[in-house]
């Protein structure tokens, strides 16, 4: 046995130690992986640093994600170094980074616009601010509308015929089920047994506009968004928009209202920062969309279409969108007002390209979004 | 460790072993696959397309003298079409000819035999000794279809109930790839070794076309490679793998070009970006595409 081996603390806890280091940090490190990790060290050089590296790598993470948390807390753990600040700007994780907003002091709203009182009023704005906010603590009153959603949505979750089939119908006839009775009767021929294609719900995606302009609509939206999850766990995807774009279904699957929120809360950095729409979209499309999240999907994207950046690249977007996914929802907070028009330009941009333009400012708002997103 | 495939000292002779067969892995892939073949565990791989997920299990399969069993995933797939299937006819021809006289019990028995027994490609795997599966694009099929795969996985044993368990002698090298157009389930995952499969950096794209491509002009390669690099920090729809770097030094050189030039690159473009959109922005910059 190698003599450089004995100065080396055991690898069982130093692995465990580094293991419990990645899950504080995010990476999905369970004892099962960690099990896998301890076996795979003893096919590697435990002194080779590059090969503990890939070692622990392919056994303890288990998507893009985990891989920049991976190498911070690999750094940290074996090579001495530093550990990251534990705020959140140091988990990449789900986030989108995309050059600052050039500094702009030029406000986007109407001139005319009364700045303090119609929360509508507040314009995109323009440097991009970096901001969480604190969603922990639900009133009753909240909760209970959590509820109502939840209660508004099972039943509508909208649907699709699936490559699978079931038995019944009256259609196709299933061979295998057929020939099984056949020969259950001893060869003689049986009545034909038939099968009819299973239905599946059908993937919803929410793009929630979480920039300074939505901010009185985006607590509602994001309540919306949690009981659409808690109802589709699995086909239910939501996103913000903002200065970037951040997943947050995973936070959002927490059966908690509370603790789902604030999980939810704490992941979305750009919080009434400033909009780009255009390019979260694109993002979102780069990313998940073309790959196969928008693909045959109810996409919803919630937002007042206040766009800081090129309305054009919003238009090119919202039309790939539309050819990608089933269909396309926009939710405009300000659609129920008396007098609207949709008149800014990132609205202008994407209107060709929506399927549906509903109201989505309070909770009985809502039940026009539901109605849509089931027929849909 | 698998007795019938050849076996590796470490993953730096895998890696050689690997490019010796014509696929240059970087040191994360060749450790990823020597710890499968070594730990008995499947690969998970992920990545863009065309980055040579699947190339790898071939190159797998030659370098280690098995045989490739290729499963293609798709919406609706199920186990009569991965694992294996009755073959219903033969079935019935049997109980027809046997008539009414046998002994029913002992018939019945007869017409579960192996022989009425169709191996889909899992199934195949499993008896074929030494193999590599390859489970390709598991994310296009649907959940339902994991739940298949964690016995076949966990015990390389397919279960099946006329039957009995059918258990592999010696595990295949187990290979699934998935474009990540939805999140495979962690339970799957778990049992699996995880890569994430990135697009090679210049000097060894250059590199992997001279050994896919060997007959094209001196200098080729690397200006392809070079355009390809730009064409990836373009914002495109699709950014083109290496399995676009590939084809287009292959389109070029049956064209009998030896340098890449407007002309010929515009001609070519299509061997390298698949959407309208993409054809349309870079052929309005092509100078710039060729430039520098």
């Given at each position: 046995?190698d003599?450089?081996?004995d100065e ?10 580094f293991a ?10 369970d004892?099962t992986?960690l099990?896998?990790a301890?076996?795979a060290?003893r ?7 590059e090969?503990v ?6 056994t303890?993470?288990?998507?893009p ?5 991976y190498d ?5 753990w074996?090579?001495g170094r530093l ?8 988990r990449?994780a ?9 500094a702009d002091?030029?406000?986007?709203g ?5 700045e303090?009182?119609?929360p509508l009023r507040?314009?995109?704005s ?7 906010r604190d ?9 209970d509308e959590?509820?109502a ?6 039943p509508?979750?909208?649907r699709?015929r699936?490559r699978?089939t079931?038995?019944g ?24 047994l ?7 719900p ?10 300074g302009?939505?901010?009185p609509y ?5 309540r919306?968004a949690?009981?659409?999850v808690?109802?589709?766990p699995v086909?239910?995807e939501?996103f ?6 951040t ?21 979305i950095?750009?919080w009434?920062?400033?909009t ?5 979209l ?6 998940w ?5 928008a693909?045959?999907?109810v996409?919803?994207l919630?937002?007042d ?11 090119e977007q919202?039309?790939r ?8 929802v926009?939710?405009n ?14 609205m ?17 708002a ?7 997103i089931?027929?849909? | 460790?698998?007795e019938?495939?050849r076996?590796?000292?470490s993953?730096?002779?895998l890696?050689d ?6 696929y240059?892995p ?9 710890l499968a073949l070594?730990?008995?565990?499947p690969l998970?791989?992920?990545?863009d397309?065309?980055v ?5 299990a071939q ?6 003298g098995?045989e ?11 186990a009569?079409?991965?694992l ?12 027809r000819?046997a008539?009414g006289?046998?002994d029913p ?6 017409l579960?035999?192996?022989r ?15 193999s590599?599966?390859?489970i390709d ?5 649907d959940?339902e ?10 015990d390389?044993?397919?279960?099946i ?12 090298l187990?290979?699934?790839?998935s ?13 699996c070794?995880?890569?994430?499969v990135?697009h090679?950096?210049?000097a060894r794209?250059?590199a992997?076309v001279h ?5 094209a002009?001196h ?5 392809v490679?070079a ?7 373009a914002?495109l729809l699709?950014?083109p793998?290496?399995?676009e770097?590939?084809d ?7 064209l009998?070009v030896?340098?890449?030039?407007a ?5 070519t473009?299509g ?6 959109e993409d054809l349309?922005?870079?052929q309005?910059?092509?100078?710039g595409?060729?430039?520098?």
């Amino acid at each position: 046995m190698d003599e450089r081996l004995d100065e080396l603390p055991d690898p069982v806890v130093t692995l465990t130690g580094f293991a419990r280091a990645l899950r504080a940090n995010g990476v999905a490190a369970d004892p099962t992986r960690l099990a896998t990790a301890v076996d795979a060290l003893r096919h590697v050089d435990p002194l080779d640093a590059e090969q503990v590296y890939w070692a622990g790598r392919v056994t303890l993470c288990a998507e893009p994600d985990d891989l920049p948390r991976y190498d911070a807390v690999f750094d940290a753990w074996f090579r001495g170094r530093l550990p990251p600040p534990p705020d959140a700007s140091g988990r990449p994780a789900t986030t989108l980074r995309m050059r600052p907003l050039a500094a702009d002091a030029e406000a986007d709203g109407p001139d005319d616009a009364d700045e303090t009182d119609d929360p509508l009023r507040t314009a995109a704005s323009a440097a991009e601010v970096l901001r969480h906010r604190d969603l922990a603590a639900l009133t009753d009153a909240e909760r209970d509308e959590v509820n109502a959603l939840v209660a508004l949505l099972a039943p509508r979750v909208a649907r699709r015929r699936t490559r699978r089939t079931r038995p019944g119908g009256r259609d196709a006839v299933d061979v295998a089920r057929t020939v099984r009775r056949l020969l259950r009767s001893g060869g003689e021929p049986a009545e034909l047994l038939r099968r009819a294609p299973r239905v599946k719900p059908r993937r919803l995606v929410l793009l929630l506009d979480v920039s300074g302009s939505m901010g009185p609509y985006a607590d509602v939206l994001l309540r919306f968004a949690h009981a659409a999850v808690r109802v589709a766990p699995v086909s239910t995807e939501v996103f913000t928009l903002g200065t970037r774009l951040t997943r947050i279904t995973r936070a959002l699957r927490l059966r908690d209202p509370d603790q789902a929120l604030a999980a939810a809360g704490a992941a979305i950095p750009d919080w009434s920062g400033g909009t780009r729409l255009g390019e979260s979209l694109q993002a979102f499309l780069d990313q998940w969309g073309q790959r196969g999240t928008a693909r045959r999907a109810v996409v919803v994207l919630a937002s007042d279409g206040w766009e800081r950046g090129d309305a054009a690249l919003l238009g090119e977007q919202m039309a790939r969108l539309a050819r990608l996914a089933h269909a396309v929802v926009w939710v405009n907070p300000h659609r129920g007002k008396e007098g609207f028009a949709p008149v800014t330009t990132g609205m202008r941009a994407a209107l060709p390209h929506v399927d549906d333009l509903v109201a989505g400012h309070t909770l009985a708002a809502l039940h026009e979004l539901a109605e849509v997103i089931a027929r849909a | 460790m698998l007795e019938g495939m050849r076996e590796f000292e470490s993953p730096a002779a895998l890696g050689d072993a690997l490019d010796g067969a014509g696929y240059l892995p970087d040191r994360g892939l060749a450790t990823a696959t020597y710890l499968a073949l070594r730990m008995q565990r499947p690969l998970f791989l992920e990545g863009d397309p065309g980055v040579g997920k699947t190339a790898l299990a071939q190159t797998l399969a030659t370098i280690t003298g098995a045989e490739l069993v290729r499963l293609q995933c798709y919406e609706g797939i199920d186990a009569s079409q991965a694992l294996y299937d009755w073959d219903f006819p033969r079935q019935v021809l049997h109980l027809r000819a046997a008539g009414g006289t046998a002994d029913p019990a002992e018939l019945e028995h007869s017409l579960y035999d192996r022989r009425f027994l169709i191996a889909r490609p899992i199934l195949q795997a499993l008896e074929h000794a030494p193999s590599v599966l390859l489970i390709d694009e598991i994310d296009r099929a649907d959940d339902e279809f994991e739940a298949f795969l964690l016995e076949v996985l966990a015990d390389h044993a397919v279960t099946i109930p006329e039957l009995g368990t059918i258990r592999a002698l010696e595990p295949p090298l187990v290979v699934i790839t998935s474009n990540r157009t939805r999140e495979v389930h962690d339970a799957l995952k778990r049992r699996c070794l995880y890569h994430w499969v990135a697009h090679p950096e210049f000097a060894r794209e250059v590199a992997i076309v001279h050994r896919r491509v060997p007959e094209a002009a001196h200098g080729l390669a690397e200006q392809v490679a070079a355009a390809v690099a730009r064409l990836r920090t373009a914002n495109l729809l699709k950014p083109p793998g290496v399995a676009e770097t590939i084809d287009w030094t292959r389109a070029l050189h049956l064209l009998g070009v030896t340098k890449l030039d407007a002309e010929t690159a515009e001609a070519t473009l299509g061997a390298a970006l698949k959407y309208r959109e993409d054809l349309v922005r870079v052929q309005r910059e092509l100078a710039g595409l060729l430039g520098g």
